[in-house]
């Protein structure tokens, strides 16, 4: 993707009739700089040089469309092909371990997120990694957008990333976002003890026509699973994770607790209150059930 992207700005270069010494002082870089992107050889370039470029060289927003591909590069081939799979999935059912998702980050909490890790190199890098974050959000709010569920441990919530203002306001997030339709929000309490997903996060993604992945990922690691039998078991774990969590507005309930700072002095509801709050929020909302393994909900109309 590197040498594609270099291919066109040396086409669209030649035809503007520019050299690469002019392309570099109308980039506001220097023409070494330009030699680089075009034959794909020393770093990659930024998400700003390729918006400069794109509008220097009027190539109508494609060398901003090719970037995320470019950028994707740096990443192992099981990343890129789970970036891959998100763009087209239909729903997104995830469980969070130690941070909020990234596609409900604030971009505050994301830089203080992004910020630390061995693999993380220069500024640069991380300005990079931030704006692609950022842009794989904008699909939540696509015609094309998923489903999105997501059960969070915790101790997501305690947590203070960032420091108490970032944090409150990622949790201000979370709220919001789950006033959309299309976004659920659970939190798994600390009551439950052990689970099948400890140590790590899940992420199961659905195509459009049913087929699935699993996503598993851990502090400086990931794995992408594909084979049948292996995700249909890490998407019952993940089934097990939401009928263990608190239920969505009893869920909403402790994030709001946590970001008005009098969480610690609140209990969690037992297991038989909880049951009885769901059964509760079951008759209320007409009713709705997982089926498919989880993966999705139905309402039923109440009886006449």
């Excluded at 990694?129 to 969070?152: I, N």
């Excluded at 960032?162 to 959309?180: K, P, S, V, W």
Aim: proline share 5%; glycine share 6%; aromatic share 6%.
């Amino acid at each position: 993707m590197a040498a594609l992207f270099g291919s066109r700005v040396r086409r669209l270069r030649t035809a503007a009739g520019l050299t690469q010494a002019e392309l570099g002082e109308r980039t506001h870089v220097v023409s070494t700089r330009i030699t680089q992107i075009e034959r794909a050889s020393g770093a990659k370039p930024t998400f700003e040089l390729a918006r400069t470029l794109d509008s220097v060289l009027e190539a109508d927003n494609l060398l901003v469309d090719m970037w995320p591909y470019v950028y994707r590069e740096a990443f192992p081939d099981w990343s890129r092909a789970f970036m891959a799979y998100s763009e087209r999935a239909t729903s997104v059912h995830e469980y969070a371990a130690h941070v909020v998702p990234g596609l409900l980050q604030t971009p505050d909490y994301a830089r203080a997120v992004l910020s630390v890790g061995v693999s993380l190199t220069s500024e640069q890098q991380l300005e990079d990694r931030l704006t692609a974050r950022l842009r794989r959000q904008e699909r939540l709010s696509s015609p094309d957008r998923p489903e999105l569920w997501v059960v969070l441990d915790e101790a997501v919530l305690m947590r203070p990333v960032g420091g108490r203002a970032i944090m409150r306001a990622q949790l201000a997030r979370l709220l919001e976002a789950a006033t959309q339709p299309h976004i659920t929000v659970q939190v798994l309490p600390f009551d439950q003890r052990e689970h099948d997903v400890m140590g790590g996060s899940l992420t199961i993604l659905t195509a459009s026509d049913g087929s699935e992945v699993a996503y598993t990922e851990g502090a400086h690691y990931g794995q992408l699973i594909e084979e049948p039998d292996d995700v249909k078991r890490f998407s019952l774990s993940y089934d097990r994770l939401r009928a263990a969590s608190l239920p969505p507005l009893m869920s909403l309930g402790m994030i709001r607790s946590v970001m008005e700072g009098n969480h610690r002095g609140a209990s969690v509801p037992s297991r038989s209150e909880r049951r009885r709050v769901a059964q509760e929020q079951l008759q209320q909302s007409g009713g709705w059930q997982l089926r498919g393994g989880g993966r999705r909900h139905t309402r039923r109309r109440p009886r006449p």
